[in-house]
Nanobody, 127 residues
Framework: QVQLVESGGGLVQAGGSLRLSCAATGSILSINAMGWYRQAPGGQRELVAVHNRDGTTNVADSVKGRFTISRDNAKNTVYLQMNSLKPEDAAVYSC?????????????????????WGQGTQVTVSS
């Protein structure tokens, strides 16, 4: 099993900064994509930023130039540096990881890939 533990959310004034962290632990061979989604009250979950294993990133247009995603593969940890926060950035931010694991079966060791989500961390931005 794999667990994602997030930290770094909180309350900040508009224009301020926060840094989110998400560490993956458990049965991990490697992690393909790892990143962040968010969901505001009454809204749909949307991608914020994802860091792929090959080093490429996908960043939502709404946060480009303000948010930076980075990753420490040795620690299985992804970070989201959020600068120039706006009230519309307020949401529950959830960590996501696509993890490659392996399991012993009667046929031998099998590798599989599965998605995992963190519990979510609240980001509140006051105007």
């Amino acid at each position: 099993q794999v667990q994602l533990v997030e930290s770094g959310g909180g309350l900040v004034q508009a224009g301020g900064s926060l840094r989110l962290s998400c560490a993956a632990t458990g049965s991990i061979l490697s992690i393909n994509a790892m990143g962040w989604y968010r969901q505001a009250p009454g809204g749909q979950r949307e991608l914020v930023a994802v860091h792929n294993r090959d080093g490429t990133t996908n960043v939502a247009d709404s946060v480009k130039g303000r948010f930076t995603i980075s990753r420490d593969n040795a620690k299985n940890t992804v970070y989201l540096q959020m600068n120039s926060l706006k009230p519309e950035d307020a949401a529950v931010y959830s960590c996501y990881a696509q993890v490659v694991s392996q399991v012993a079966t009667t046929s031998g060791v099998k590798r599989y890939t599965a998605p995992y989500w963190g519990q979510g961390t609240q980001v509140t931005v006051s105007s």
